[in-house]
């Protein structure tokens, strides 16, 4: 049940995820009763927060190139028969990067161009991580590589 004042969330799960919904008042119980659930809670906010912190200073210090590429190839896991792929949509990685649409879909066209990328529906195949990488930097800029 929504009340008034209470925030919805959108969640999209990037892997198999098992969702349990919990009132308020129920949560707030174990939390008080549970100190290992309420150190596990902290945990997962503090490693939150610090998402938080590492997307607002790529935002803020990173071209926008070098943030779609550092994005795609953090997210991407290889494929058995070569490449790497990022399985969502534009539009999600989009929401991610807190850019437009159009904007990732002009970059990503011109990398399937150069072919670094191949666009399919649902994914994006990343051909050469390396030179994304490079691309995306300019040709006389030092990056660091993606963990």
């Known amino acids: 049940m929504v009340l008034e004042g209470d925030t919805i969330f959108h969640v999209e799960a990037v892997e198999n995820s098992v969702l349990?919904?919990?009132?308020?008042?129920?949560?707030?119980?174990?939390?008080?009763?549970?100190?290992?659930?309420?150190?596990?809670?902290?945990?997962?906010?503090?490693?939150?927060?610090?998402?938080?912190?590492?997307?607002?200073?790529?935002t803020l210090s990173l071209p926008i190139p070098e943030r779609i590429a550092t994005e795609?190839?953090?997210?991407?896991?290889?494929?058995?028969?070569?490449?790497?792929?990022?399985?969502?949509?534009?539009?999600?990685?989009?929401?991610?990067l807190a850019l437009s649409r159009p904007t990732v879909s002009k970059v990503l066209k011109n990398w399937e161009r150069m072919g670094l990328i191949e666009l399919n529906y649902g994914s994006i195949l990343i051909l050469d991580g390396n030179r994304l990488m490079a691309t995306a930097c300019g040709v006389n800029m030092d990056c660091e590589p993606v963990a």
């Open 20 to 58: 349990r919904l919990v009132e308020r008042d129920d949560f707030e119980d174990l939390m008080a009763t549970d100190a290992h659930l309420a150190c596990d809670v902290a945990r997962l906010i503090a490693s939150r927060y610090r998402q938080v912190l590492r997307w607002v200073e790529e």
């Open 72 to 96: 795609l190839l953090r997210h991407a896991r290889p494929r058995s028969h070569g490449g790497t792929v990022l399985w969502g949509t534009q539009d999600s990685l989009a929401s991610c």
